[in-house]
């Protein structure tokens, strides 16, 4: 097995067994990036130099007996929202072109902390608005399975890596469906934690009550481990959750004889593809032959998540942006005639069309005469969406349905109609809304080779759970071992 083709705690066990070292890991991934970014484009910024002092250091570490983890010396890559001190960090913005943090956001100290050396930072939707990474500022991302095809969205270039074997995992966020849906698309596992379980201290922001911070992998055990890493309390962060974290290794193997798993009626819609949908139910006759019941389940508002979705977030988002202004970080517009022309001309010139939409819609949805009939209103369907849930999971343990109604679609078949674009994160949205845990695992393909995600969603806080019913079915089929033909 070539060294790029290892999971995270493969390498990690090559790395305990000195049988390979976190610099030769490194280089292998900086050579891979060179072999195939050219046609993959997931990264925005390569830091060799950072990685590399990075595995040096861990290697010595690893000599010494006194490794910083489980995961110590293992690449990966992050997505370009994550605060990075030294490191270029745009948000896939032309706003932010050139912006170099002094300091690293919470979720980066951590991966630091824990011994992984960061290759670089990768490709997005513009402030993670999108479904595609077609509305990068910079460039779109190639999906490595058909670079033809999209990668997904947003998290597309973190994706687009780990499954191109640039890195070992990355990481991404996930405002309503940016980790799950783009690790359906790439045969990944993906996790969306629990609303708090991650902090978000550093991490630049889209919708606050929504994003969430997870990882992309090409195992669901390297999921857990990744996540671990994670999964702690941070007191910068005012919404980090106090309640410590599960081991979410631990339980892993333990099947899923006696589980109660839902398929949500809704979720099985018309217009959904019908080869995602009939990889979906029979992953659902698979884990009734491993020994669970499944039933069906009703989540009645569902058919308003979309519409929630888009007057709230996007609200979020006019408010969040409003402090790209051209004063004190980013793109500052020249020649300009007074503070209001400033503000005008920096963000007509830095925000591309999707993130003026989205802050169009979100001020509109927020003005005088309109809060209570738009903003308010979608704030109480959100509380019918969560009651769903809750009444869901007094009958069930898990749900499951399928990550997206279509497989990785073509560059610019969606781009010029955004509803249609919007669509695609009809299933992923409702758990952003409620708050809940959500998971992204390979089950199957199409006959014409592109990947399908299932997507498994839990109680608060029940990440571990979730791990356990994913492991259940990936230790029984191949999907996960597969890679593409780059």
Request: charged share 25%.
């Amino acid at each position: 097995m070539s060294l790029v083709d290892c999971s995270m705690l493969e390498l990690a066990g090559r790395l305990e067994r000195k049988e390979a070292s976190s610099v030769e890991a490194t280089r292998a991934c900086l050579s891979r990036i060179d072999a195939v970014d050219g046609r993959v484009r997931a990264f925005l910024k390569v830091d060799a130099a950072g990685a590399l002092a990075a595995a040096e250091a861990s290697d010595r570490r690893r000599a010494a007996g006194k490794p910083a983890g489980p995961l110590d010396g293992v690449p990966v890559g992050l997505k370009d929202l994550f605060i990075t001190e030294g490191l270029e960090t745009t948000a896939g913005s032309k706003i932010l072109e050139g912006f170099v943090p002094p300091y690293d956001g919470t979720p980066v100290r951590l991966l630091k902390e824990a011994g992984l050396p960061i290759l670089g930072k990768l490709n997005l939707d513009e402030f993670a608005m999108g479904s595609s990474t077609e509305s990068s500022g910079f460039h779109p991302t190639h999906n490595p399975w058909d670079l033809a095809r999209s990668p997904g969205g947003s998290s597309g270039g973190s994706a687009a890596a780990v499954a191109a074997r640039e890195a070992f995992g990355a990481l991404g966020t996930d405002t309503g469906g940016s980790i799950r849906q783009p690790a359906a698309f790439t045969n990944l596992v993906g996790v969306k934690p629990t609303y708090g379980r991650v902090s978000r201290y550093g991490v630049i922001a889209f919708a606050s009550s929504l994003d969430q911070v997870g990882p992309l992998t090409r195992t669901v055990a390297d999921a857990a481990a990744l996540l671990q890493v994670l999964a702690v309390h941070d007191a910068k962060d005012s919404t980090s959750a106090v309640q410590p974290a599960s081991d979410y290794r631990a339980g892993l193997e333990g099947g899923v004889a006696g589980m109660t798993l839902g398929l949500p009626r809704e979720y099985f819609a018309d217009g959904m593809d019908s080869e995602v949908e009939a990889a979906v139910r029979a992953a659902a006759r698979a884990y009734e032959k491993l020994g669970a019941k499944v039933v069906e389940v009703s989540l009645p508002h569902t058919r308003y998540a979309l519409a929630t979705y888009y007057l709230i977030a996007p609200a979020e988002a006019s408010a969040n942006l409003a402090r790209y202004d051209g004063v004190r970080y980013g793109l500052r517009a020249e020649g300009v005639k007074g503070l209001g022309d400033l503000y005008v001309r920096t963000r007509t010139q830095g925000f591309g069309a999707e993130v003026k939409r989205r802050i169009l819609l979100g001020t509109y949805a927020l003005s005088a005469g309109y809060y209570d009939a738009y903003y308010l209103k979608a704030q109480k369907v959100r509380t019918l969406i969560r009651r769903d849930f809750e009444a869901a999971f007094k009958e069930v343990d898990v749900m499951v349905s399928p990550t997206s109604p279509v497989p990785a679609f073509r560059l610019g078949e969606k781009t010029g109609d955004p509803l249609s674009m919007y669509l695609m994160d009809v299933f992923t949205l409702p758990c952003n809304l409620a708050g809940l845990p959500g998971l992204s695992l390979p089950c199957g393909f199409t006959r014409a080779g592109l990947p399908i995600g299932l997507q498994l969603l839990g109680r608060p806080f029940d990440e571990a759970r979730l791990f356990q019913v994913a492991r259940a079915f990936e230790r029984e089929h191949d999907f996960s071992s597969r890679k593409p033909g780059l």
